[in-house]
């Protein structure tokens, strides 16, 4: 149960694109089409904003978006906002009714 | 939408016990499976342990199996994590979330809807 890898910054100005990763293994997201993310803002409960893959909750804005490459998941931002400012989790069932969280990226909009 | 609240957070030593709760509001627990996920002070998310809709089976992460119980009463709407052994490392805020398939026996793997989390710190 190795935690899947993300990039513990990532930086961008309003209006931007960002695209944030997330690296597994042939045993968890390389295997499984159920990589989640997830949006933290300090101090509050983590929020779900995509999941599947690719799909989007409602409620969840569209320039939320979200692929897999093999072993790594991405999430896409686009037109980055203010209020996008937070800490981004990837999650991935592992196998064997197990699941595993990637370390947590945060985004600051500069 | 519905509530989740934790409770039985708090201050425990080391080798101690403590056991958390999860109430639901406002949705019917015993129609989804539910998860528990802890943060340690500063860190990531780390999943903890699952338990299907009707209890009929479970999992824990490496770091918490043969230590950790989850367990549920559905005609109280409460999900259940009982902590023994405990040890430093397991100073977290702790959070249940629910699974969003209904009425069946496995999961989704994601968490659609989560608690405020309630804060465990292990400390002598």
């Known amino acids: 149960q190795s935690a899947l890898t993300q990039p513990a910054s990532v930086s961008g100005s309003p209006g931007q694109s960002i695209t944030l990763s997330c690296t597994g293994t042939?045993?968890?997201?390389?295997?499984?089409?159920?990589v989640s993310w997830y949006q933290q803002h300090p101090g509050k409960g983590p929020k779900l904003i995509i999941y599947?893959?690719?799909k989007r909750p409602s409620g969840v804005s569209n320039r939320f978006s979200g692929s897999k490459s093999g072993n790594t998941a991405s999430l896409t931002i686009s037109g980055l906002q203010a209020e996008d400012e937070a800490d981004y989790y990837c999650?991935?069932?592992?196998?064997?009714?197990?699941?595993?969280f990637g370390g947590g990226t945060k985004l600051t909009v500069l | 939408q519905g509530q989740l609240v934790e409770s039985g957070g708090g201050v425990v030593q080391p080798g101690r016990s403590l056991r958390l709760s999860c109430a639901a509001s406002?949705?019917?627990?015993?129609?989804?499976?539910m998860h528990w996920v802890r943060q340690a002070p500063g860190k990531g998310l780390e999943w903890v342990a699952v338990?299907?809709?009707?209890?009929?089976?479970?999992n824990y992460a490496d770091s918490v199996k043969a230590r950790f119980t989850i367990s549920r009463d559905n005609s109280n709407n409460t999900l259940y994590l009982q902590m023994n052994s405990l040890r430093a490392e397991d100073t977290a805020v702790y959070y249940c979330?629910?699974?969003?398939?209904?009425?069946?026996?496995?999961?989704?793997?994601?968490?659609?809807?989560w608690g405020q989390g309630t804060l465990v710190t292990v400390s002598s």
């Open positions: 979330a629910r699974d969003p398939r209904q009425f069946s026996g496995w999961p989704s793997w994601y968490f659609d809807f």
């Open positions: 999650c991935s069932y592992a196998g064997s009714i197990t699941m595993v």
């Open positions: 042939s045993s968890d997201v390389g295997s499984y089409n159920v």
């Open positions: 599947e893959v690719s």
């Open positions: 338990i299907w809709f009707d209890g009929s089976d479970k």
């Open positions: 406002g949705f019917t627990l015993s129609s989804y499976g």
